[in-house]
């Protein structure tokens, strides 16, 4: 398995960070968690072979996660992409994300290659391109509750992922809202690489 961080910036855009992304390649076979702002570019700049992903997996949708998919799916129209691209994103988001495709003319007439939007159930393992993937619920969002009840929004749903590929074990954090997010899916298994990210915790207290 082999990792390449192609975004790892906060929500506050920097310089020379793109948005959350990273690649992870198993064999010939490749898959996406988290599509921030910036991550094309620095994918194009990786030289991969991008027919090769097959799927990209969102953790939450704050835009520092989720605001790079966009221009993902262009990059792989026009550049005559004809594989599908499967899209896992939290289940109550999956109507929002088709909405904006819609908006943003990402029409799936229009595409050259079907994009196939699948929700994401916590503790419900995928198997896509050779890669079993896992999804843990975290507390990320909690502090939005109230507000999300305003606009109708009931589900709060933010995942660290679990990754397997030929007997190795990845596990990305993502956006945690505490320590305690981790604690089942870190101590439950040995874990071989672990991605924790650093913007709501110091390196003292992880």
Same mark, same amino acid.
């Given at each position: 398995?082999? +990792?390449?961080? !192609?975004g790892t910036?906060?929500?506050?855009?920097t $310089?020379?960070?793109?948005?959350? $992304?990273?690649l992870v390649? @198993?064999?010939?076979?490749?898959?996406?968690?988290?599509?921030?702002?910036? /991550?094309?570019?620095? !994918?194009?700049?990786?030289?991969?072979?991008?027919?090769?992903?097959?799927?990209?997996?969102?953790s &939450? =949708?704050?835009?520092?996660?989720?605001?790079g +998919?966009?221009?993902?799916?262009?990059?792989?129209?026009?550049?005559?992409?004809?594989?599908?691209l499967n899209?896992?994103?939290?289940?109550?988001?999956?109507?929002?994300?088709e909405?904006? !495709?819609e908006?943003?003319?990402?029409?799936?007439?229009?595409?050259?290659?079907? =994009?196939?939007?699948?929700?994401?159930?916590?503790g419900?393992?995928?198997?896509a391109?050779?890669? =079993?993937?896992?999804?843990?619920? =975290?507390? &990320?969002?909690? @502090?939005?509750a109230?507000?999300?009840?305003?606009?109708?929004?009931?589900?709060?749903? $933010?995942?660290? /992922?679990?990754?397997l590929?030929?007997?190795?074990?990845?596990?990305?954090?993502?956006?945690?809202?505490s320590?305690?997010? !981790? &604690?089942?899916?870190?101590?439950?298994?040995?874990?071989?690489?672990l991605?924790?990210? @650093?913007?709501?915790y110091?390196?003292?207290? +992880?």
């Amino acid at each position: 398995m082999k +990792l390449t961080f !192609l975004g790892t910036s906060s929500g506050l855009p920097t $310089s020379n960070k793109a948005g959350s $992304s990273i690649l992870v390649e @198993g064999g010939d076979r490749m898959i996406i968690l988290d599509a921030g702002e910036g /991550f094309s570019t620095r !994918l194009v700049e990786t030289g991969a072979d991008l027919d090769k992903i097959g799927s990209i997996f969102i953790s &939450h =949708t704050h835009p520092d996660h989720i605001s790079g +998919l966009f221009q993902f799916i262009q990059l792989m129209h026009l550049k005559g992409r004809k594989a599908p691209l499967n899209i896992y994103i939290p289940r109550d988001s999956v109507p929002s994300l088709e909405k904006t !495709l819609e908006m943003m003319f990402l029409w799936r007439e229009h595409l050259n290659f079907r =994009t196939v939007i699948k929700p994401l159930k916590s503790g419900q393992s995928i198997d896509a391109d050779d890669f =079993t993937i896992t999804p843990f619920p =975290t507390s &990320h969002l909690e @502090g939005y509750a109230f507000e999300s009840q305003k606009y109708g929004q009931e589900e709060l749903a $933010s995942f660290s /992922f679990e990754v397997l590929h030929q007997g190795i074990r990845l596990l990305y954090s993502s956006d945690i809202g505490s320590l305690r997010d !981790l &604690h089942d899916p870190l101590y439950n298994e040995r874990t071989d690489i672990l991605v924790i990210e @650093g913007a709501h915790y110091s390196l003292d207290r +992880l």
